[in-house]
């Protein structure tokens, strides 16, 4: 961001799509600081982040788009425990709610990224698929820039808070797991 500007902040944001350890927690607020202290413009980071966030959605969506169905299949036939019977169900529900579960899914830590792929291996429409990503991530980018922002100084104080949310997002994915083995197992 200090080299590129605003630029650099899409640019990191993208990364992030691509490779969750580096955090939109951090870069976001650390952005939102850099406006406060007038070395950024807040409306370009927002739009820049935001163009960040799409180009990495949709290398994810690439993916998806490559793997196809077929393979996903072919896939879950050799997982232990896993029946396409499984993987056929989360097609009907991604056909249900897919465009809600893409703009909400970009506000939810780990989700944020993955669920481009789903979207790629069902062939949402690229352009709802592009317009539901720039919307859900322009909010999310929103409330953490203006966060970091809005702090200042503690601009770092805005990740432990999203931390907790990602600790409650990844308690919830284990217990989903731990219920769905253990149903598996038992039956």
């Known amino acids: 961001m200090e080299?590129?500007?605003?630029?650099?902040?899409?640019?990191?944001?993208?990364?992030?799509?691509?490779?969750?350890?580096?955090?939109?927690?951090?870069?976001?607020?650390?952005?939102?600081?850099?406006?406060?202290?007038?070395?950024?413009v807040f409306w370009q980071v927002l739009l820049w982040t935001t163009a960040g966030s799409v180009v990495g959605a949709l290398a994810l969506y690439g993916v998806g788009a490559l793997l196809g169905r077929r393979r996903v299949h072919a896939l879950a036939a050799r997982m232990p425990l896993l029946k396409l019977e499984d993987v056929r169900r989360s097609e009907d529900w991604f056909a249900r709610h897919g465009r809600k579960t893409v703009f909400f899914g970009r506000m939810v830590p780990l989700f944020r990224s993955l669920i481009s792929i789903?979207?790629?291996?069902?062939?949402?429409?690229?352009?709802?698929?592009?317009l539901l990503t720039a919307a859900g991530s322009f909010v999310w980018n929103t409330v953490l820039v203006t966060a970091g922002y809005l702090l200042g100084e503690r601009w770092s104080l805005v990740e432990r808070y999203v931390e907790i949310l990602t600790y409650a997002v990844i308690t919830l994915v284990v217990l989903a797991v731990a219920v769905f083995v253990w149903r598996r197992v038992r039956a």
Do not use: Y
């Not at 080299?3 to 870069?27: H, K, M, Y």
């Not at 789903?118 to 592009?130: H, Q, S, V």
């Open 3 to 40: 080299t590129l500007g605003a630029p650099g902040a899409g640019i990191a944001v993208a990364l992030e799509n691509l490779f969750p350890p580096i955090p939109s927690e951090v870069i976001l607020p650390l952005a939102g600081f850099t406006v406060s202290r007038g070395d950024l």
């Open 118 to 130: 789903p979207a790629g291996i069902e062939r949402m429409p690229l352009p709802t698929f592009t």
